[in-house]
């Protein structure tokens, strides 16, 4: 499966920014999606991933409940509303794909990943 993260963009302390993930190629509703980000001088981190039916998703300690994360199969996308936004998350993100049973929250679970999309925040 092929992905592509847009979204990403220079916003204020406590704004809002939705990304976008759009997958190709596969049956979308075979694969969790999954958002992790990588800020300047770190290690990639995950921030949360949705089961293939979209019922179930999962979030890292540092987004839970500020981001959401959702899908549309009708168009192949997957989404993270990121709101409240602090500038400890500016980060390059991505999104990634597995066809895992389960929901995995490292990423090298995960086999398919997009180029990501930066998201600066500022104080």
């Known amino acids: 499966v092929q992905l592509q993260a847009s979204g990403g963009g220079l916003v204020q302390a406590g704004g809002s920014l939705r990304l976008s993930c759009v997958a190709s190629?596969?049956?979308?509703?075979?694969?969790?999606i999954g958002w992790f980000r990588q800020a300047p001088g770190k290690g990639r981190e995950f921030a949360a991933a949705v089961s293939r039916s979209g019922g179930y998703t999962v979030y890292g300690d540092s987004v839970k409940g500020r981001f959401t994360i959702f899908r549309d199969h009708a168009k192949n996308t997957a989404y993270l509303q990121m709101n409240n936004l602090e500038p400890e998350d500016t980060a390059v993100y991505y999104c990634?794909?597995?066809?895992?049973?389960?929901?995995?929250?490292?990423?090298?679970?995960?086999?398919?990943w997009g180029r990501g999309t930066l998201v600066t925040v500022s104080s």
């Open positions: 190629g596969r049956i979308f509703s075979d694969y969790v």
């Open positions: 990634a794909a597995t066809d895992s049973i389960l929901i995995p929250t490292t990423d090298n679970a995960y086999h398919s």
